[in-house]
């Protein structure tokens, strides 16, 4: 290829490189005209309010662009989507696409498609919705030399809560934190989900590692333990921690459930492994603290009978608080990890 680097008056080139050492007129035969620029301003715009969905869902990511003045494209666009951290730095490719062919990258390899039914569209639609989908995405036209962008959030409905492994408190290093919310049918919470539990009554005085690898913790009423009377309502930050060495509690984000969770019980109760039977027996699995959580929120599951799940802890779900249930606040009820007992089990099935 031949580099032209530099240009003088008369229209000719000297000494750019060897295979131009003669003189070469520009002449439309060696460089033909492109037209990069119309003239036309290209715009592009998403939804300015979250889209919200849930796990196992369809999505749609609207996306649209135009030309002011209006004209029509005078060539394929090119449009991509990609993920973004919450600094708007890029963290994933998701999908490429020029006019009707386009190919989804990574995890979204058959989940995510072009929506193209009108004329200037370049929306995402996402199948099968996955608990880390959560987040912000990029629509990007490329159009020529010409490109411009927008950004949508994504948000899943979902229930964050605290989680302790049966070691203790404060035994989770980021990575360990990372796993036992996967485990339990979860992912480790980012701030925004956080700070929407928060609003919605979580008040938990215990620090716990987000997705960002800081580390926080939610306080409704202020109290001594809890950073102090002084201090109004709000999110506590411990800001970043280091991912290895440093450990805390951990606030995992689950969302709602692609399939139902029940309880079964004997006269007598059960050992924890005779209830992982149990539940195998009636077609389902032990369920996980997430899917308890999620049945409780979303499900309106409320059971004053408490039950195994399977981290080996025993809880049970209130909706209607009431004598001999516990507090008299609605909520998810623990008795830790018993190494010893016979209780009932919660089982979980997908539909």
Not at 157 to 180: C, D, M, S, T, W
Not at 204 to 217: E, K, M, P, S
Not at 326 to 338: D, T, Y
Request: aromatic share 12%.
């Amino acid at each position: 290829m031949l580099v032209v680097e530099e240009v003088v008056a008369g229209g000719k080139v000297w000494g750019c490189c060897p295979a131009l050492d003669r003189d070469l007129p520009i002449t439309p035969s060696f460089f033909p005209p492109v037209d990069y620029f119309s003239g036309a301003r290209l715009v592009v715009e998403t939804s300015r309010d979250p889209i919200y969905s849930y796990n196992g869902a369809n999505v749609t990511l609207p996306c649209h662009y135009r030309y002011e003045p209006d004209q029509g494209p005078k060539r394929k666009i090119r449009i991509k989507w990609s993920k973004l951290r919450d600094d708007y730095t890029k963290e994933q490719d998701v999908m490429v696409a020029i006019g009707k062919t386009y190919m989804a990258f990574g995890d979204f390899k058959g989940r995510a498609h072009m929506r193209q039914a009108s004329r200037h569209e370049a929306s995402l639609v996402i199948s099968d919705v996955r608990l880390k989908d959560d987040g912000k995405y990029r629509c990007e036209v490329i159009d020529g030399l010409e490109d411009e962008s927008d950004v949508v959030d994504l948000r899943l409905k979902g229930i964050v809560f605290p989680y302790q492994p049966p070691r203790g408190q404060y035994r989770l290093n980021f990575h360990e934190a990372e796993h036992v919310c996967q485990e339990q049918g979860a992912i480790l919470a980012n701030f925004n989900q956080l700070f929407q539990a928060w609003s919605e009554g979580l008040d938990w005085c215990n620090a716990g590692w987000l997705a960002d690898g800081t580390v926080q913790y939610p306080i409704r009423l202020p109290r001594k333990p809890c950073g102090g009377v002084h201090l109004a309502p709000g999110i506590r930050s411990y800001g970043p921690r280091h991912r290895h060495l440093h450990r805390f509690d951990a606030f995992c984000f689950s969302s709602a459930l692609k399939g139902e969770v029940f309880y079964l019980d004997r006269l007598a109760g059960m050992t924890l492994e005779e209830a992982k039977q149990s539940c195998q027996d009636a077609g389902a699995e032990i369920a996980r603290v997430g899917h308890l959580y999620s049945a409780w929120k979303f499900l309106g599951l409320d059971r004053c009978n408490a039950g195994w799940l399977a981290d080996g802890s025993v809880r049970y779900p209130i909706v209607t608080p009431r004598a001999n249930c516990g507090p008299a606040e609605p909520g998810v009820r623990s008795f830790g990890f018993p190494s010893k007992g016979r209780f009932g089990v919660f089982c979980y099935r997908e539909r």
